[in-house]
């Protein structure tokens, strides 16, 4: 006895996915191969995302990367700059800021982003899908390749395609290594070869290997099963978001349409062209899934097949659930203006915080475990840890001065003076002593206050405590 679920919304094609069959094995999906205006477009804008990308690590200023995120080292550069694990809080609102604005995206505008920005889709449908129809040609031969037994045919194909794919695969794992190390280390890699840097090659291969699988194997099942922004879909979309949908008041009740015979039927003429082009395999006619990347396929091929039954275009278009099913288009709702007002006050947390980020970062804190001393001149002092980062790739000139309490003097513990200079994103850790007369010690936790003055500027006041017995 079979057992068919059945989706709360009472709609057959919810309670299943398109990638698996009723016994639970993978559809492998034959999308044919798209053709039209929004597919030129999707060509032309991914060429130009696809140059700035593999392009990216080559591209300096001042001789430093533009963009650098190097986890490994904790170090990143965002458009020329630099920033330093003490900048966490504001790379953690840099990136609350990103999700905001996909999350404010995504509620009026829906999967724009899968299906004309997002690397997975532009590598598979831009690179390693046109190697595929190049070398086995279009859905209905890829399919009699695979049905047919292994021959010369068949391997030549098969073999060339995943060698070529391997390839790519390794060329985008470098580029995506030049991202995190910095394309001079990667080139330094190539130059001395993997026995030099065995972890390294080994990390490069499985990087590889991975990517290759993910465009050679998985594909649609990234965005369906993987990745978090797709499984959002279902949170963050809305009847009044705009998706790629199928006019269902226009294009019912759907049928074919005979020559010369009066029929009451809609504009689709259920050609399932729509269908046969979808990469991730399903039919749109169904309605919004969480399956469908919003990559415009089905426009372009829905368009073709008006254009020829001389039918105005847009039976599949870019429209909210809500403007298909009544006729009225809204793009703004309570809940995007909610939206947007939250991002702009981010926004504008940030660049207030961008605008007035110091060039130097430090900090000063009383040696732990360590009481007071008295100097061989009688005078108590507190022994302190102190840590100057320089954020910037300029070289500063810092100075380390206390301006509270009134007579105190700062004794550096492992240089001599305590001026010195900061190389660019440099680091400079130590300690010094904070030296007060006995007489001066009027109560057993006096504040104090020191300077970090760069290039004669100063950055920061820190305050602290000085703690030693009162003499009475
Ligand atoms: S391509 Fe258009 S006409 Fe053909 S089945 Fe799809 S929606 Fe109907
Ligand atoms: S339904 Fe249309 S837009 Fe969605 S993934 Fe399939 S072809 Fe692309």
Redesign the pocket.
């Known amino acids: 006895m079979s057992h068919q679920a059945i989706a709360p919304s009472g709609e057959k094609y919810r309670d299943s996915i398109s990638l698996v069959d009723k016994g639970g094995d993978r559809n492998w999906v034959y999308p044919k191969k798209p053709k039209g205006p929004l597919y030129n477009g999707r060509t032309w804008f991914s060429i130009s995302l696809m140059v700035l990308l593999f392009a990216g690590p080559f591209l300096k200023l001042n001789g430093h990367p533009l963009l650098l995120l190097n986890v490994l080292e904790r170090k990143f550069i965002i458009f020329g700059i630099p920033f330093w694990p003490q900048d966490l809080p504001l790379f953690a609102l840099l990136m609350l800021t990103f999700v905001v604005f996909i999350i404010v995206f995504t509620v009026v505008f829906g999967r724009v982003w899968c ?1 004309w920005a997002c690397p997975q889709t532009i590598f598979m449908e831009m690179l390693f899908r046109k190697i595929e129809y190049w070398i086995e040609g279009d859905f209905k031969a890829q399919k009699k390749l695979d049905d047919q037994p292994w021959n010369t045919e068949k391997i030549i194909k098969k073999g060339g395609k995943h060698i070529l794919f391997y390839v790519l695969a390794v060329f985008i794992a470098n580029t995506f290594l030049s991202y995190l190390i910095g394309v001079d280390e990667v080139e330094k890699l190539i130059a001395d070869g993997p026995m030099a840097h065995l972890g390294k090659f080994f990390a490069l291969l499985i990087f590889s290997t991975v990517f290759y699988f993910v465009f050679a194997k998985f594909r649609e099942i990234v965005c369906i099963v993987v990745c978090p922004y797709g499984r959002l879909q279902g949170l963050m979309l809305d009847k009044n978001s705009i998706v ?1 949908a199928y006019d269902f008041v226009r294009g019912e009740p759907r049928g074919f349409r005979k020559k010369g015979v009066e029929q009451n039927l809609g504009d689709c003429v259920d050609c399932k062209r ?1 269908v046969q ?4 395999g ?1 039919d ?1 006619r169904n309605g919004t899934q969480l ?8 426009i372009d091929e829905c368009n073709d097949v008006m254009q020829k039954i001389n039918q105005p275009k847009g039976l599949i278009r870019y429209a909210s659930q809500e403007e298909v099913s009544s006729g009225i288009k809204k793009r703004i709702t309570t809940r995007s203006v909610a939206y947007v007002t939250i991002l702009l006050v981010l926004m504008s947390i940030l660049s207030y915080l961008l605008l007035t980020r110091r060039a130097v970062e430090s900090t000063v804190l009383r040696t732990p475990g360590m009481l007071h001393q008295q100097q061989t001149d009688g005078r108590i002092s507190n022994m302190y840890n102190f840590e100057v980062v320089n954020k910037t790739f300029n070289a500063q000139q810092i100075e380390v001065k206390v301006i509270e309490p009134a007579g105190a003097e700062l004794k550096m513990v492992d240089r001599e003076k305590s001026t010195f200079d900061l190389g660019e994103d440099g680091l400079v850790k130590g300690s010094f002593f904070i030296i007060l007369p006995q007489d001066q010690i009027k109560s057993n936790n006096i504040k104090t206050k020191v300077q970090v003055i760069s290039n004669g500027e100063v950055m920061e006041t820190i305050e602290s405590t000085f703690v030693a017995p009162v003499k009475f």
């Open positions: 299906g790629v729509c082009v979808c990469p991730t399903i749109i399956e469908c990347i919003n990559c415009t396929a089905c």
